[in-house]
Structures are given as C-alpha cells and as structure tokens.
C-alpha cells in the first residue's frame, strides 16, 4: 500500500512543513495571510481552467496553498500575534490585573502554582496566560479552576536555563503560550466573588467531587494517587518515588492520561456495544454512543489538552472501525492530524505528548500486522501474548528515537511491564470507572474498594519490581535532532525492506544505516576534540566544569549537589568520564591567571591582571580589593548571597569592571582550550 497516494496523508505532511516552516522561519502575519489568500484564489483559477483534479498544476498549487496555511496558522497561533495580547500594553507597577485560573498545576515546596488567563489590564479588554504562583503560607484564600482574582503585582518573564543542555522550561511554556510569570502575596491581591463558570470549571469541579468521594473509600495514599492519575488525569498526588518507578519501568504512559487509556477505553466500548450492531441503524447508534462516551470520560478527566487530543484522535478511529475498511485508518489517523493542527491548535505538532501519541499509534497501524504474519501461534494463549508483545514493540519502535532525544533514556524490559500491565488495563479502567460510579451515590461496597486498592498496589509492586533491575534501564544517552531523524529513517526503510525483500529496499535501508553510523562516528570524533572550561550556576554551590576531550574534570565544593548540573553537561557533550575534585585557590587557563576567592575572604596582594571568581560570600570590600589586584573582570557564582551580588554589581559598574553573575547572565565561558 503507497501511503502517498492518499490525498489526506499528503495534505496533511504538507500541513506539517508549513507549520515548520512558519515556526522556524516567521514570516510577517499579514504576508503569510495575504499569500495564503492568493493561492487559494489561484487554485480556483487553475481548476476552473483544467477541471482536473489530477493535473500537474492543480496539484502543485494545492500543495502550495496548503503550505502557506500551515505558515498562517502558526503565525496565527502566536498569542503575541494578538492585536489584543496584554504584551501590547504598557504595564506598570501600578497596573491593575484581572486574572481567571484555568488550571491548577502541581504545586512545589513552597507555593502552589496556577495557569491563569489574562481578562483586563486596567480595565482594558485584553488577552494572554501566564503562570501564577502563590505562597502556601497564604492558606486563607483557596484558587480553584474559574476563579477570578485582581492584582497589581508586575509580571515577571519567564527565565532561559542558566546552564547548558539544561531543560528549557522557559520555552516549554512558550509552545503553551506563556511568556511571563506572577508571584502573589497574601495583600497583593484579592478573590472576585462569583466568578463566571465555564465548561473546563464545571468539569474541575465535577472532579474535585470524585476525588473527595474516593478519598471516603479507604484507599491507601499511593494507591489513590495512581488511581486518580488513570481515571481523572489528576497527577498532583502521585509520589517522587511512584512516579520514577513507572518512568524507569518504561511504563509512565499508563499514569498520563491519554491516547493509551482512550485506546483502550474505545475497544472496551465496542465489545459492550456490540449487541447493538444487530438492530437497524445499530452501528451508527453504537458509533454515536462510543463517540458521546469517549468525550464523557474527557470531561470527567478535566478536559485537558492531552485528554482533547487524544479523544479527538480516537473519535476519528471510531470512524473508521465503523466504515470497516482497514486501509482507511491511515486516511483516518491523518485526518484526526490535519483537524487537530488545523481547528485546535498547530502549536501542538512541538508538544512531546502530541508527537509520541501519535509516532505510538501510526507504529502499531504500519507494523503490528507485519509482526503477526510473521509468526501466528497454533495455541490461544500464545497467541494472545504474542499478540500483547507485537503491540509493545511495534508502538516502542515509533516512539523510541522521540523517548531517546526528549529525556536519553530507554527502559531495556519495557515488554515485561506492558505485558503484565496492558491486559489488565481494560479491566482495570472499566472497574474504576465503576468504583467511581458508586463511591458518588454513596453506594461503594468496602469489599469492591479494598479489591481495587490491591489491584493497584499490586500493579505498583510489579511496575516498582521492574523499575528495580538497573542493569536492564539504559539511561544518559546522548541523542540528537539529526540522530532522531536517522533512526526514524532507518526504521521506516527497515520496516519497507521486511514487508518485500526488494534491491532497491536494501539499497535504502543499507544507506540509512551508513548515514546513522557515519554521522555518530563523527559526533565522537567531533567530541574527543573539545576542550573547554566554564563555571556553571547552581544555587548554594560551587561548580567549574573543565573539560579535555571525553574526560571531564568538575571542580566543586558539593560533588553530590553537582551532579544535575553535570550530567545535563555529560549527556549533551557526549563526555565518557567526569572525576570530581575539590575547588583551589588559583589555575591558568588560556595563559590568564584565574583565582577564586572563598568565604575565607584571603587573596594575594600582587596587582597582575586576572580573572576573579567570588564564591560563597567572601566578607570583602570589593573597592578596595579592586585596587590592590587590578582584575581584569569579576565573576560571581550561585554560592553566593544575592544581597551581596548587588552591592558587588554596584561596585563593578562604579570601577568599570566587567561583572558576570551567573544567576543572572547564567555559565560563563572561558571558550575553546587549544
């Protein structure tokens, strides 16, 4: 089957290089519009002229035209883009903020953390989200999903990381679409009575509810966190160490609440709904129930964006279970695509859930068949397990090069925890559902909550076993864009090379993996030839990173604390060894003498021009040292504290000294070492 040939596939990658395009390379608003509009009106004209569909010409300006639309919609899709976006206005000090939250995020040690929607700036109509954070001190005032508040607090932007190879949360919220932040405190601010609901209010209401009423069910802590996270996409409770378990065990998909649960939900829902196939119209009735149920338990979940995304993906594979024709699903699932780009939102083609949910689905549509013609087992149960372990491995391979260059690390017994967990997924949803059902009208028998609660703690204990054999989870692989790209290319010509053994297919799949290996090789070669020094930023600590090809020598004053800073470093560089050593007082480094000053506060009295380092919080007067060693610039790292900084930052401005401080400027570089 030529997946090409189909009109809605090609649409639909062509909708996807615009979207590239347009994300990499901005165009003006008005352009990108303009043109789209030209096109458009030139495929008119092209097909009142030919009356072809299938001509050359009409076919190059529909692929014209649907690039220029994904270029639009993305365009289009920026929130700054907004002719109302509150970036448009001049906020003071003063401006007074009209805030609804829209969601409720986990919160951190020391303040509870929101998404809030910008309503009014002022007074003036305006649009824009942001995050809201708000001290767990303040316990007098509770925030809940459409709640409004105002406040006249500045916004504050959202920081870049501070280190290398360190994770962007900055521009993690900017493919949501936020750009700033908002620290409240318990007098800035004050709670609008009667808030407007909405439907996403509603739905978190209606959740709060059931948790409440599950939380009368005498389930333990964790269990009830891992039930809350299958059946209501609640993750706020789960534990640091459940959470790693299921991540290590190669199963943390079950706790995100997505196309897996949807997926398995709609094949429970057709088994029920089976009976209705024999009355007349009974497909269409079961296909409409199946669809209204799906997103049933979309808003009972809250209604988030990987809930929508998923129940929208899977309402189009409803469709095509009912049209019955499996070449279809390949049409369908680049439908589901195209609508979802086209009508919700182009920002989620960058969003890891978006890319892996459907990398997992397209593998197991193109390549479970293939592993099932391979071998069919003569008796059931084999079969049936055969049949799980094809579903593991065939959705494993679509996702694996995204889990590789998103978080380096691949869980070798993933197929053990899919095998013991998947089967019963369906049973388990289905109960839960039930339990919840029953635990509303004050019905839950305790013997039905006490086998649910053992249930669940017996799937921890099993993904908790997993997670344990160490040896089995590959982790700190260094993996790139380029690597991503070569290893789906090589999958997808391995897969082709399987279906027909064919000299043009080895040909393709021989060349990818030349490709891939060639390119690795020189990554290697390209590492063992750096050579470079900085001084990274971590809050409390002291940590200089010198690095000399594969080999990595980190100078701290908390080799345990450096760790996470260093291991982004190792995985990024593609670095081999790292030794620890303690911080000394003085090194030579591109021929310019470096020296760190401690809390000891001792330095040498020769006034020779050199690089200075203050660590933490050395009780000296900086004017005073200026003048006795003439630095040639002042470098202040996070060990430090923040009062002293400025009054350094002052002092350095004043004498015309080059200050950096890490925690603002963030890792300073000493650049190449020959």
Known sequence: MKLLAFVPIKLTLLLIIGILIGFYFPFNNLFSLTLTVLLFVSLGIVYAYKQDTKSIWFGIMAGLTTITLGIFLIQHAQPQQGRLHYSTLTLGQQSVCHLKIKEVLKPTVFSERYIAEIKAVDSLFATGKLILNKPLSDSLTTLSVDSEIYTIKELTAIKPPLNPHQFSYKVYLEQLGIYHQLKLTPSSYYKKENPSKTIFGIAASARN?????????????EELGVIQALLLGQRTDISKEIYDNYKNAGAVHILALSGLHIGILLLVLQFLLQPLDYLPHGKKISLILTVLLLWGFAFLAGLSASIVRACTMFSFVAYALYLNRPSNTFNILALSMFFILFFINPNLLFHVGFQMSYAAVLA?????????????????????????????????????????????????????????????????????????????????????????????????????????????????ISFDVIQLLLVYALITTLVLLLKQLHFKRVVFFLTSLLMFQCYTIYQIIAASQKNKVMVLHQSKNTVIFERNGWNTTVLTSDSTAAKNPVTDMKIGERIRNISYENVANSYLINEKRFFILDSLGVYPSENIEQIILLTHSPKINLDRFITTTNPSEIIADGSNYTSYIARWKATCIKRKIPFHYTGEKGFYSFGAID
């Open 209 to 221: 509810h059931i948790i409440e009423k599950l939380k009368g069910g005498s389930f333990g802590q």
């Open 364 to 476: 197991i549509v193109w390549i479970y068949p293939m592993l099932q013609k391979l071998w069919y087992p003569k008796y059931k149960p084999i079969r049936y397990v055969w049949q799980l372990l094809s579903i593991s491995v065939a959705a494993q391979l679509g996702v694996l090069p995204i889990s590789l260059f998103y978080f380096h690390q691949f869980p070798g017994l993933f197929f053990i925890s899919n095998l013991l967990i998947i089967p019963a997924l369906g049973f388990i949803l289905g109960m839960g559902i039930l339990v919840i059902f029953l635990a509303l009208i004050n019905q839950l028998p305790s013997t039905l909550a006490w086998f649910f609660n053992e249930l669940i703690s017996y799937m921890n204990k099993i993904v908790a076993w997993v997670a344990q054999q160490e040896d089995f989870i590959f982790k700190q």
